[in-house]
């Protein structure tokens, strides 16, 4: 038997008036400077954005990014009710550091790099149901941060083959709560753990694509949707081989996205810029989503979004060890609807 | 039962798997094999021939003899690949050049030192001291293995 808001076992519908309050985002030098640098809240000139290390960095664009998202929703700290967080390092810390500087319960959340997702579902879920007021959702990667975790060290001279990804550096917040009149969350869908035996790390892109293909797929069937139903519809970071590969898996599930796919991590840097296949992490979905297409949103310009955040939920362990990568992908739709 | 259900569901999901990995390999873009060999000879050659030329100088200006100028010639070439490694300069001359730069000893010595600056922010004994011979660990266990391995054969041919 079905829940209450449930549409199909991995679709919530949103039965209350569930709103963006706010959104921020803060980025690195590198995202700065490409084709969104306009839409961005704070952009850092180098990699340790003035502090000590590339952790501390990370946390301080996470803070940084919360702090702006709350008082751009014209709230004080103290009304908000929970913060959701993740981001890729182990045990989350730049998450929970961040948490300790703010005055708020936090719960953690992992979901690599579909984090952005999965907090955001999970904080409308919780302001539908009336367990809080004001939820907000952020997540936060940094290009060394995940490159020392999970790779070689930045100044190590290996080569990358083309298809690689770039780690994105920045972080995004979004304040939900109920009515207002930023841009609606109408569903969520939570993906399920999809692992097509891909195992170069590299190669992301092609190890994430059938998670975003099996939750955008049951997405339309739940909701009763098609593509074209929605003006934009994007996923975090599956670069161009991701993409391309993404595109015809959906064709081969009868889906034409052609017209209105796009990917965050093709979106936030510029051709020129040496990034490989395209950005990765946590916050190229966050920093996308929470600035430029929230900005469409508010001003009208895009009616109905598909938010579809990707991960690779692997660690340098279990891909030594010779494991595939499993992976998985959260769904989200907006609307902009009058107050 | 059980078991051979379970069993069906994994050959099944092995299959769709193997099926994926097919048709996911023609959008993965291939290496451009040739041009990485002929930027890593270039590389790796200009390396080496810089190498000779700071030996030479060694030779005729201090007058080291051939033998003896090997240890301030590598110690030069090391020290130079650090200073590019602190730099920012030897971690993109490694995506241009690939094996070039990796295989001569600068590259070796760009696997420490780019590891000893990675690690700084976690303490000078067990962030830099750590962590240091993290990639370049594997070439010297193997290294001294290989190595071991053929004084080992030369020492039977000759007993021999």
Known sequence: ?339 | MASSVNTRKQNRLAKAQKEYSERAAKYKPKPPYLTNIVKAFLVGGAICAFGQLVSDFYIRVFGFTKETAGNPTVATLIFLAVLFTGLGIYDKLGQFAGAGSAVPVTGFANSMSSAAIEHRAEGLVLGVGGNMFKLAGGVIVYGVVAALVVSLIKWIIIKV
């Not at chain 1, 700290?77 to 550091?97: H, K, P, Y």
């Not at chain 1, 930023?182 to 569903?187: E, N, S, V």
């Not at chain 1, 969520?188 to 190669?203: E, L, N, Q, R, S």
Request: hydrophobic share 35%; glycine share 10%; net charge negative.
């Open chain 1, 1 to 339: 038997m079905k829940a209450q808001h449930q549409y199909g076992r991995q679709t919530w519908k949103f039965a209350n008036d569930v709103r963006v309050q706010g959104s921020a985002v803060a980025v690195g030098p590198l995202e700065g400077e490409g084709p969104l640098g306009a839409e961005f809240d704070h952009i850092y000139p180098d990699m340790y954005a003035g502090q000590a290390s590339w952790e501390k960095a990370e946390r301080y664009m996470m803070y940084q990014a919360v702090q702006t998202a709350v008082k751009k929703s014209n709230l004080l700290e103290s009304e908000i009710d929970i913060v959701l967080a993740g981001d890729l390092l182990n045990q989350t810390i730049s998450s929970n550091f961040t948490a300790s500087q703010l005055n708020i319960p936090l719960l953690g959340m992992f979901g690599a790099c579909s984090t952005s997702m999965e907090t955001l579902s999970v904080g409308s879920a919780l302001v539908d149901a009336g367990y809080a007021s004001y939820v907000v959702a952020t997540c936060s990667s940094h290009n060394c941060t995940a490159e020392k975790q999970f790779r070689y060290p930045t100044e190590y001279g290996g080569q990358k083959p083309d298809y690689a990804q770039w780690t994105v550096t920045g972080a995004g917040a979004v304040v939900v709560g109920r009515g207002g009149s930023g841009p609606c969350i109408t569903h969520a869908t939570i993906g399920k753990v999809v692992d097509m035996g891909i195992k170069d790390p590299f190669d992301m892109g092609s190890a994430m694509a059938p998670a975003a293909a099996d939750t955008l797929s049951t997405h339309f069937h739940d909701t009763d949707r098609l593509p074209s139903d929605y003006d934009i519809i994007v996923t975090g970071d599956l670069g161009k081989v991701g993409y391309a590969i993404l595109k015809d898996e959906m064709r081969g599930l009868s889906f034409d996205m052609t017209p209105v796919y796009n990917d965050c991590g093709l979106m936030i840097y510029g051709p020129d810029q040496q990034v490989f296949s395209g950005g990765s992490g946590c916050a190229s979905s966050a920093v996308v989503t929470y600035s430029y297409i929230m900005n469409r949103l508010r001003d009208g310009s895009i009616k109905r979004a598909l938010i579809c955040a990707t991960g690779a939920l692997f660690s340098p362990v279990s891909y030594q060890q010779g494991e595939s990568i499993p992976c998985i992908a959260h769904a989200v739709a907006l609307e902009a609807k009058e107050e």
